[in-house]
């Protein structure tokens, strides 16, 4: 079964960090680029950042630029988000996606998580 | 950056009736490598994640029904639900997904007349 589920939310201070995770099963890990993507409560969907497995290469939004960082454990099939320096404006459900790729062009986002929820609050 | 902008923001219609959102994107979406619409529809219930429906701007995703279906090219796309179910009731969110940062639009919220 093809699924991705996320971990790691939760309360925290602002300033503080967390580590988010994500777990992929059912794919061939290494055929995806992988990203988050969050959802302020009541709010739309806004995408956070995104690591191509293929080149490695990452990207972030500016709104969490400089204190995101993406990152994947292949020998685990895991995606990760560490964020530092939360602000309250982080709150948020986050989703990880996987999105299938090649060297020339990549594919609809699938699979989606289910979501953590991250509260930045003191 | 790639602005996405749905119309309308909210919409209400009849049990049975036909359903259309539409999303405009501030450039082409359009890859000339391969001919594709880099354009996906989503539909995201109360407390549920994103669900994928369309791709490729008017490709079903497998398991969607085919009330559903998508159309449009370049920087003018629909969403369009042929007979309104009950459970159609969700907001829609269009995505481009050509570019990097990837952007979607603000949402249209579907609701029963």
């Known amino acids: 079964q093809v699924q991705l589920v996320e971990s790691g939310g939760g309360v925290v201070q602002p300033g503080r960090s967390l580590r988010l995770s994500c777990a992929a099963s059912g794919f061939t890990f290494s055929d995806y680029t992988f990203h988050w993507v969050r959802q302020a409560p009541g709010k739309g969907l806004e995408w956070v950042a995104v690591m191509s497995y293929y080149g490695g290469n990452t990207y972030y939004a500016d709104s969490v630029q400089g204190r995101f960082t993406i990152s994947t454990d292949s020998s685990k099939n895991t995606l990760y988000l560490q964020m530092d320096n939360l602000r309250p404006e982080d709150t948020a459900i986050y989703y990880c996606?996987?999105?299938?790729?090649?060297?020339?062009?990549?594919?609809?986002?699938?699979?989606w998580g289910q979501g953590t929820l991250v509260t930045v609050s003191s | 950056d790639i602005v996405m902008t749905q119309s309308p923001d909210s919409l209400t219609v009849s049990l049975g009736e036909r359903a259309t959102i539409n999303c405009k994107s501030s450039?082409?979406?359009?890859?000339?490598?391969?001919?594709?619409?880099?354009l996906a529809w989503y539909q995201q219930k109360s407390g549920q994640p994103p669900k994928l429906l369309i791709y490729w701007a008017s490709t079903r995703e497998s398991g969607v029904p085919d009330r559903f279906s998508g159309s449009g090219s370049g920087t003018d796309f629909t969403l369009t639900i042929s007979s309104l179910q009950a459970e159609d009731v969700a907001v829609y969110y269009c995505q481009q997904y050509y570019s990097t940062p990837i952007t979607f639009g603000q949402g249209t919220r579907l609701e029963i007349k």
């Open positions: 996606a996987g999105q299938y790729c090649t060297a020339t062009f990549c594919e609809r986002f699938d699979p």
């Open positions: 450039q082409s979406v359009l890859h000339t490598s391969n001919n594709k619409n880099y």
